[in-house]
């Protein structure tokens, strides 16, 4: 019994001696390198020194840049190779090992340790400063030398061109750009760190700014004359047209306000006067199917622009940069202009086009060229807006000085009616001018023979130029 015990304390001695020094012996290999379950940074570092620790980790780094985004879009990079950018790793490995207790091996077997190593890095800063010295961003003032400011007519009107670009704050930039290196950051916006500093426009480039002001102004104004649904519309581009230049420069009155040529603000007074001015009381309707506005004067007192209050007024809302919409400035005022409502169902006869018109509930059905009274003769049709008051087939129409049969008879207006002309072959057109009714309308029979099957009694006429 007593030699079994002292084989069995023999063994349990053996194998405790045995342990003792295969646990120092294992803690003589960590000696050098981490301990076993040591991860840094990500990386598997069990067994590593610091310095193949440190290889390991800038294995996988990529070579350093540092990209700089700059206003317009663009950008500039600085590549480390340039000023010695180098990584360092070391110091903080090190300090990782020193603090590893080797004789703790085994406690790191059933915990893995993980650590967070961060780098120091280093540069050579003069050169990095002439680096930055080379960028684009550090050339603006020069850039800014050779780019236009000035005004261009373009086919929709003038615009600036300003090639001008803001210049950086070089003292700024230069130590943001410092501090990212010594952080290792790779990316930088000096739009968002505030870098760039307004340019510093000369007193004669501020003085193309202020005439360009004037000028937008004018070109963004809107002029409209509106009496009832009689419109006319002066467009700010269409007055910026009008400006008058000496040589390449702006014509300027004494006041400093820009001059537009006399001659086509006339022409434009004379729109206004053709169109607002009428020889008695206006009615007025507007063409359903193209929108065309017709203006039907009557008896009675008559309606006049007044041109030379218009002429100022004009010019200084166009000055101004005015938008507005206005009646015309009159020196006659006649009767108020009434609308007239023709209803869904009607006939229009517009003797400038030498067209008749039948629309039913707003349809246009029916259109055919025509012959009107003979202007040359003093017979022309007069304006008016009436209704088919009778209506007859086969019918003579007697005159002083003729009696012509007709198959179909619209009447409209006293004598004045809407019928076929058989002894006519063309219509449309001038004939009227010269070769004109004496007053009627005159349709081809196949057109007349229409119309007179579609309408009745009552239903409105319209009848202009």
């Known amino acids: 019994m007593k030699k079994t015990a002292k084989i069995t304390a023999f063994v349990i001695g053996g194998i405790l001696i045995l342990g003792i020094i295969i646990y120092a012996s294992l803690a003589i290999y960590y000696s050098s390198g981490f301990l076993y379950g040591t991860w840094i940074n990500n990386y598997y570092c069990t067994g590593l020194t610091a310095e193949n620790a440190e290889l390991l980790i800038l294995n ?7 990209t700089l985004f700059e206003e317009n879009g663009t950008s500039e990079v600085i590549s480390g190779d340039q000023f010695d950018f180098s990584t360092d790793y070391l110091s903080g490995l ?3 090992k020193r603090k590893q207790n080797v004789y703790y091996w ?4 059933l915990n893995p340790q993980y650590y967070e190593v961060k780098p120091e890095y280093l540069f050579d800063e003069s050169k990095l400063l002439a680096q930055v010295e080379q960028l684009n961003c550090f050339k603006l003032e020069a850039y800014n030398q050779n780019q236009k400011l000035e005004i261009s007519k373009t086919a929709d009107g003038y615009k600036l061109v300003d090639q001008k670009v803001n210049t950086i704050d070089q003292a700024k930039v230069k130590q943001l750009i410092l501090e990212a290196v010594a952080k290792g950051e790779r990316e930088l916006s ?13 007193d ?19 002029l409209v004359l509106k009496d ?9 581009t269409e007055a910026a047209s009008w400006l008058v230049k000496e040589g390449k420069d702006f014509l300027l009155d004494e006041n400093g306000a820009l001059v537009l040529d006399q001659e086509k603000l006339e022409e434009f007074l004379k729109k206004e006067e053709l169109l607002f001015n009428s020889s008695g009381a206006s009615r007025v309707w507007q063409r359903p199917n193209d929108g065309k506005i017709i203006t039907i004067n009557t008896k009675g007192k008559k309606y006049e622009v007044d041109t030379k209050q218009e002429l100022d007024e004009i010019n200084k809302a166009l000055s101004a940069g005015h938008t507005m919409t206005r009646k015309p400035f009159y020196a006659k005022v006649g009767e ?10 009607y006939i229009e006869v517009d003797m400038a086009e030498q067209k008749l018109y039948y629309y039913k509930d707003r349809e246009l059905i029916l259109t055919s060229d025509t012959v009107t009274g003979n202007t040359s003769r003093g017979n022309g049709t007069p304006e008016a807006v009436c209704e088919i008051y009778f209506m007859q087939k086969n019918r003579t129409l007697r005159g002083a000085d003729y009696a012509s049969f007709v198959h179909y008879w619209i009447a409209v207006k006293g004598r004045i009616g809407i019928h076929d002309a058989t002894w006519r072959d063309k219509f449309g057109g001038d004939i009227y001018k010269t070769n004109g009714s004496h007053g009627c309308i005159n349709l081809p029979k196949e057109n007349a023979a229409k119309l007179y099957e579609m309408v009745e009694t009552g239903i409105p006429v319209i009848l202009h130029y």
Do not use: V
């Open 106 to 109: 085994g406690y790191y077997l």
């Open 336 to 345: 108020p202009r009434s609308e007239i409502n023709m209803g869904n169902t």
């Open 94 to 96: 090190e300090d990782i």
């Open 228 to 236: 009832g649904k009689i419109e006319l519309t002066l467009e700010g």
């Open 60 to 66: 996988d780094e990529q070579p350093y840049t540092l």
């Open 190 to 202: 000096l739009i968002d760190h505030d870098c760039y500093e307004a340019y510093q426009y000369t």
């Open 204 to 222: 004669e480039e501020k003085s193309i700014l202020e005439l360009w002001e004037k000028i937008d102004r004018l070109q963004n104004s809107k």
